[in-house]
């Protein structure tokens, strides 16, 4: 064999070992601002290919996946514009079911942010101008160093009202870092290096050091001074990650959890109802007396199948406290409060709880009836009660036209008729076949 074969079969080994190198690595996948389509043959690649990407599961014939599209293919030129870009794809769940099932998508659109390759549910805002300012958060820096009070300004106006913003006033960045790295996903960070006695009337301090929290959306504020050893600062913006009275929800019960704090639980019929507003303001008060201990609350028109855990039969409104466990403690005398005067009895309530009258209950699941009520319909039960009536009044002037002289059924096989009667009515009513998607 001569030298240059050798040398051309070398060159076409490397050639193939680089080949499959790449092919390994994966595909190489364009920012460009458009929304990649993603299948069984690209998903891996394309998630460890970027740090941030948002993979919306979708399904061509839902209804709510095709307006989310649009928003979508607004929001994705921006965020491929960002300094560490935020790239949007889409899966079709409905064809691609291994993919569906690997990220247990059941509903649609199901939207997941994949950070570093680590998947979260996606459950903010789903328009694009208002989505683009809800992502920016992660692909931000830690901490941001703001040089002048326009700066700050800005920084404030454009975290928006999403998530807590934390502003270090005269502090070094490095001290607040590791927060800023730690709950990156819950709140921003920033520290300001020059700043006007403008700036601190705005922000209601009066000296520096002091680390400033503003939680927009619920309008609150608050302020630390020292001292600023780990230990204390990060029981202030633990504190300060959630508001003084929280609502229940799905995002807002991982932080509950993820707290470690026992939760002061407000049950009422109605969030929206004045005497429940009127009720989370002086959950506010007490929260502001009561750092050790989260205030939250729930209603069962907006939350039920969370409420009635807590056993909503007896009065409403009415407050336990739980630690997030399957156990909860009712205090003596307060298993609910009434309208009036409230204020004493929250403040009550909590004594009795630090003084330990209080009665260990289990956390329980849905009641028969409530259950029986949410799964049929009232109507369904006066028609199929009427369809049985009917039939059975059919049978009787059928039975005696046909043979008039044909003996009357006793008693059990009249009972016997209309079980049978019953049971061909809910055998049509319930046909596997005629279930909604």
Same mark, same amino acid.
């Given at each position: 064999?001569?030298?240059?074969?050798?040398?051309?079969?070398?060159?076409?080994?490397?050639?193939?070992?680089?080949?499959?190198?790449?092919?390994?690595?994966?595909?190489?996948?364009?920012?460009?601002?458009?929304?990649?389509?993603?299948?069984?043959?690209?998903?891996?690649?394309?998630?460890?290919?970027?740090?941030?990407?948002?993979?919306?599961?979708?399904?061509?014939?839902?209804?709510?996946?095709?307006?989310?599209?649009?928003?979508?293919?607004?929001?994705?030129?921006?965020?491929?514009?960002?300094?560490?870009?935020?790239?949007?794809?889409?899966?079709?769940?409905?064809?691609?079911?291994?993919?569906?099932?690997?990220?247990?998508?059941?509903?649609?659109?199901?939207?997941?942010?994949?950070?570093?390759?680590?998947?979260?549910?996606?459950?903010?805002?789903?328009?694009?101008?208002?989505?683009?300012?809800? #992502?920016? =958060?992660? @692909? !931000? *820096?830690?901490?941001?160093? %703001?040089?002048?009070?326009?700066?700050?300004?800005?920084?404030? &106006? $454009?975290?928006?009202?999403?998530?807590?913003?934390?502003?270090?006033?005269?502090?070094?960045?490095?001290?607040?870092?590791?927060?800023?790295?730690?709950?990156?996903?819950?709140?921003?960070?920033?520290?300001?290096?020059?700043?006007?006695?403008?700036?601190?009337?705005?922000?209601?301090?009066?000296?520096?050091?002091?680390?400033?929290?503003?939680?927009?959306?619920?309008?609150?504020?608050?302020?630390?001074?020292?001292?600023?050893?780990?230990?204390?600062?990060?029981?202030?913006?633990?504190?300060?990650?959630?508001?003084?009275?929280?609502?229940?929800?799905?995002?807002?019960?991982?932080?509950?959890?993820?707290?470690?704090?026992?939760?002061?639980?407000?049950?009422?019929?109605?969030?929206?109802?004045?005497?429940?507003?009127?009720?989370?303001? #002086?959950? =506010?008060? @007490? !929260? *502001?007396?009561?750092?050790? %201990?989260?205030?939250?609350?729930?209603?069962?028109?907006?939350? &039920? $199948?969370?409420?009635?855990?807590?056993?909503?039969?007896?009065?409403?409104?009415?407050?336990?406290?739980?630690?997030?466990?399957?156990?909860?403690?009712?205090?003596?005398?307060?298993?609910?409060?009434?309208?009036?005067?409230?204020?004493?009895?929250?403040?009550?309530?909590?004594?009795?709880?630090?003084?330990?009258?209080?009665?260990?209950?289990?956390?329980?699941?849905?009641?028969?009836?409530?259950?029986?009520?949410?799964?049929?319909?009232?109507?369904?039960?006066?028609?199929?009660?009427?369809?049985?009536?009917?039939?059975?009044?059919?049978?009787?002037?059928?039975?005696?036209?046909?043979?008039?002289?044909?003996?009357?059924?006793?008693?059990?096989?009249?009972?016997?008729?209309?079980?049978?009667?019953?049971?061909?009515?809910?055998?049509?009513?319930?046909?596997?076949?005629?279930?909604?998607?």
């Amino acid at each position: 064999m001569t030298t240059t074969m050798r040398m051309k079969r070398i060159l076409v080994a490397i050639s193939c070992v680089l080949i499959w190198i790449q092919f390994c690595r994966g595909q190489q996948f364009a920012v460009d601002g458009t929304v990649l389509v993603l299948d069984d043959s690209n998903f891996d690649s394309a998630i460890s290919s970027f740090d941030h990407i948002l993979v919306d599961f979708y399904a061509p014939w839902c209804g709510h996946c095709k307006r989310l599209s649009p928003e979508l293919d607004a929001a994705a030129p921006v965020l491929a514009t960002l300094k560490d870009p935020i790239v949007i794809a889409k899966v079709d769940a409905d064809k691609h079911t291994s993919l569906a099932k690997k990220y247990d998508v059941d509903a649609y659109p199901t939207i997941m942010l994949f950070n570093h390759g680590i998947p979260t549910e996606y459950r903010g805002p789903r328009k694009a101008e208002l989505l683009v300012r809800y #992502l920016k =958060k992660f @692909a !931000a *820096s830690d901490v941001a160093v %703001l040089d002048s009070d326009s700066a700050v300004r800005s920084f404030v &106006e $454009e975290a928006g009202e999403f998530f807590p913003i934390f502003i270090g006033f005269g502090l070094d960045s490095s001290m607040i870092e590791k927060f800023g790295i730690k709950y990156k996903k819950n709140a921003w960070f920033s520290v300001a290096k020059d700043f006007s006695e403008d700036l601190m009337v705005l922000y209601d301090f009066d000296k520096v050091p002091a680390l400033v929290s503003l939680n927009p959306k619920y309008n609150e504020r608050s302020t630390f001074y020292g001292p600023f050893e780990d230990g204390f600062l990060e029981d202030f913006v633990k504190q300060n990650l959630i508001p003084l009275a929280v609502p229940v929800s799905h995002d807002t019960l991982k932080l509950m959890k993820a707290d470690g704090r026992k939760t002061v639980l407000a049950i009422v019929e109605d969030e929206d109802e004045e005497r429940s507003k009127e009720l989370v303001k #002086l959950l =506010k008060a @007490a !929260a *502001s007396a009561n750092r050790d %201990l989260i205030f939250s609350y729930v209603g069962v028109r907006q939350l &039920e $199948e969370f409420a009635e855990k807590f056993d909503i039969d007896t009065k409403l409104p009415k407050l336990v406290v739980w630690d997030k466990s399957d156990e909860y403690l009712s205090v003596v005398g307060f298993e609910s409060i009434e309208e009036e005067d409230q204020a004493t009895q929250i403040s009550k309530f909590i004594e009795g709880y630090r003084e330990g009258k209080t009665i260990t209950k289990q956390i329980s699941g849905p009641s028969f009836m409530r259950a029986l009520h949410r799964s049929f319909d009232v109507r369904l039960v006066y028609i199929l009660v009427g369809i049985v009536a009917v039939i059975m009044i059919l049978q009787t002037f059928l039975v005696k036209g046909s043979d008039e002289y044909q003996r009357v059924p006793n008693q059990v096989q009249a009972t016997t008729q209309a079980s049978s009667s019953v049971s061909e009515v809910e055998k049509k009513e319930y046909t596997a076949g005629d279930k909604e998607d």
